[in-house]
């Protein structure tokens, strides 16, 4: 299966075109000022929460109003649980509260779980027909610690079908609209997360990310995601659980103490997982006000990233709006194709052994969308050599960047390679009139972060013409302590502005 080099040259100029359940038509977000629980921060909801201030009812029931509001414009939250079970949970959360309970770090927010994690109980579907009707009987390991810290789960948020492309559209609940202009894509794999989250119908929100789902709606959306260093935040096992996963779970907030919240609970070790690590560094930020933070600029990689016009300005900008921040060029002096060849690899070899059964049943493959397809055959082709030999490309860059991180403290590129574009078409087929040769080509950015195994956060970087963007900055391995510090001194100076 091919899917690239076979469209029109018009098709190809404009992406791929989804069907019509796609698009959004003229919608346009809800008027009017935002309520003002809605507004609050999620530490400050725990906070009110906590000293009486406001109930769990009241909270809950403020941002179930928001979701009807708004969820019909946007299609963020799929299988939205009925208001009444969701209600007399809350009243469940306000009874024990006054009974004395411990307020857990995430007591009584309404959250919305993204729909590729296990959810006990709760319809997941993965964003595929195959599991539309699909009833997990456990929690995946970050959605279980959710709740053990006492948040109630609303939902789901939508996501592309097995999380695969950086656009939020499924054959079971349709697309997701952009925060900003509903008629634009809202990004993925985490699409359904950071819409829900920009438009204030969650206070908090999780992902997860392989090629950026976490960093590319964080970007489309004006909001922050963190891509945690490997081993940070274990997920429940599959395939070998012997070795550094693309992919990982991570945080979505509006704010830096919001990002560290939910952190903190989603991490620490799982002996299932026997390569995740503790919570030690977490509270340990190395910044100080004695020197300047050192940025390293790498820009569109020495010119190998096609880039819309106005991307690697916003991103740069937004790295210069960093107080006491010393931005330099930096040289990745790694052949930025070998990267991206070692990623494609090893991500089409994971996803041929997990989704091979599903292919191998004639019905079960007609339901299985083309890039998924297209990934397995391709996997399938990839002999054992091929794959070591990515193993060691990996091997040579984190060997590379240790050297960078000798002299940066951050290693910084934008987080998207394009303005988010229609909501019909099924992903960028040119950007900046260059070819894409594949389904994510376009997002060939965010390649270097997830190879390196290294914490990577997506920092707003602001909006152009209506429409949002953001940097992606590289901290070492397990410095998600400096990340969330540096968000913490770029929200200064907007506080100050």
């Known amino acids: 299966m091919t899917l690239s080099g076979d469209m029109s040259e018009e098709t190809a100029a404009k992406g791929g075109v989804l069907p019509p359940f796609a698009v959004a038509g003229s919608l346009r977000a809800p008027e009017g000022d935002i309520p003002a629980i809605c507004a609050m921060s999620a530490g400050d909801l725990v906070r009110a929460i906590g000293a009486g201030e406001v109930s769990v009812v009241e909270v809950v029931t403020a941002f179930l109003d928001r979701i009807e509001a708004v969820n019909p414009v946007h299609n963020a939250i799929v299988s939205l649980r009925p208001r009444a079970d969701i209600l007399a949970d809350a009243a469940r959360k306000d009874a024990e509260r006054a009974a004395g309970a411990t307020v857990g770090p995430l007591f009584g927010l309404p959250v919305a779980i993204k729909d590729l994690s296990p959810t ?7 964003g595929s027909p195959l ?7 456990e929690d995946g390991i970050s959605t279980a610690r959710i709740r053990a810290a006492g948040a109630i789960v609303t939902g789901k948020t939508n996501t592309p079908e097995f999380g695969l492309g950086s656009h939020s559209f499924n054959e079971v609940f349709g697309a997701t609209g952009n925060a900003f202009d509903p008629t634009r894509s809202a990004g993925g794999s985490s699409g359904g997360a950071a819409v829900a989250l920009a438009t204030r119908m969650v206070p908090i929100a999780d992902g ?3 090629g950026g789902s976490l960093r590319n709606p964080a970007a489309f959306n004006n909001v922050y995601g963190l891509r945690p260093s490997f081993g940070r935040v274990p997920s429940l096992p599959a395939g070998s659980v012997f070795e550094a996963q693309l992919a990982t779970d991570g945080p979505m907030a509006r704010s ?3 990002l560290a919240l939910l952190l903190a609970v989603q991490a620490g070790a799982d002996p299932r997982q026997p390569l995740s690590f503790g919570l030690a560094s977490l509270d340990e930020p190395r910044l100080t006000q004695d020197r300047p933070v050192r940025i390293g600029w790498l820009g569109d990689l020495g010119g190998h990233l096609a880039m819309e016009e106005g991307i690697r300005e916003t991103a740069l900008s937004a790295v210069a709006r960093i107080p006491g921040a010393e931005t330099m060029p930096a040289d990745l002096d790694f052949e930025p194709e070998r990267l991206w060849q070692s990623f494609v690899l090893q991500r089409q070899a994971a996803l041929a052994m997990r989704y091979g059964p599903l292919y191998d ?6 339901l299985l969308k083309p890039e998924m397809q297209w990934e ?4 399938r082709t990839r002999s054992a050599v091929d794959l070591h030999r990515a193993y060691e490309t990996r ?3 984190h060997l590379r960047l240790l050297d960078l991180f000798r002299r940066f403290d951050f290693l910084a590129l934008p987080a998207a390679q394009v303005w988010p574009f229609p909501i019909g078409w099924r992903w960028p087929q040119m950007v900046a009139g260059r070819p894409m040769d594949s389904y994510h080509r376009w997002m060939e950015c965010v390649a270097l972060g997830t ?6 956060l997506a920092l707003p970087a602001g909006l152009r013409d209506g429409l949002s963007t953001g940097v992606q900055i590289i901290a070492p391995h397990g410095r998600e302590a400096d990340l969330i510090e540096l968000a913490r001194i770029y929200e200064s100076r907007s506080r100050a502005n």
Do not use: Q
């Open 120 to 126: 006990k109980g709760l319809t997941t579907t993965f």
């Open 131 to 137: 599991f539309r009707d699909h009833v997990p009987d």
């Open 208 to 210: 997860s990310d392989m």
């Open 256 to 258: 830096a103490e919001d």
């Open 361 to 366: 049943e004639p019905a079960k493959r007609a």
């Open 376 to 379: 397995i055959e391709a996997g």
């Open 395 to 397: 091997t040579a860059l």
């Open 451 to 456: 190879l390196s195994g290294c914490p990577v």
